[in-house]
């Protein structure tokens, strides 16, 4: 499945957007899809999760309350409220099927990934 994150762009500090993750090819239907971020300098790390067909969601505990993950039949959402700049980063969404829920967080368990979209929140 190929992958497309969608949505980024410049916000100010305490502003929203709402990121959008695409698979061409297949549908998402027995996937898991991941959200992960990168900031510069530093390592990509864990956002949220939704498994497609339940539509169970995880989340980083730092993020819980501003972030949320959902999905339509074809699209998978990240909500993002309340921004901080230390929210900036560019934002992937991966997806799996065989991965298990214990290594949701972990970017290795997925096997597919979109490209990335830039969010920039300005002070």
């Known amino acids: 499945v190929q992958l497309q994150a969608s949505g980024g762009g410049l916000v100010q500090a305490g502003g929203s957007l709402r990121l959008s993750c695409a698979a061409s090819?297949?549908?998402?239907?027995?996937?898991?899809v991941g959200w992960f971020r990168q900031a510069p300098g530093k390592g990509r790390e864990f956002v949220a999760a939704?498994?497609?067909?339940?539509?169970h969601t995880y989340y980083a505990d730092s993020l819980k309350g501003r972030f949320t993950t959902s999905r339509d039949s074809a699209l998978v959402y990240l909500q993002m409220n309340s921004l901080k700049p230390e929210d900036t980063a560019v934002y992937y969404c991966?997806?799996?099927?065989?991965?298990?829920?214990?290594?949701?967080?972990?970017?290795?368990?997925?096997?597919?990934w979109g490209q990335g979209t830039q969010v920039t929140v300005s002070s």
């Open positions: 090819g297949q549908t998402f239907s027995n996937y898991v």
């Open positions: 939704i498994r497609w067909n339940s539509r």
């Open positions: 991966a997806a799996s099927r065989t991965i298990i829920v214990s290594s949701y967080m972990n970017e290795n368990g997925y096997g597919y």
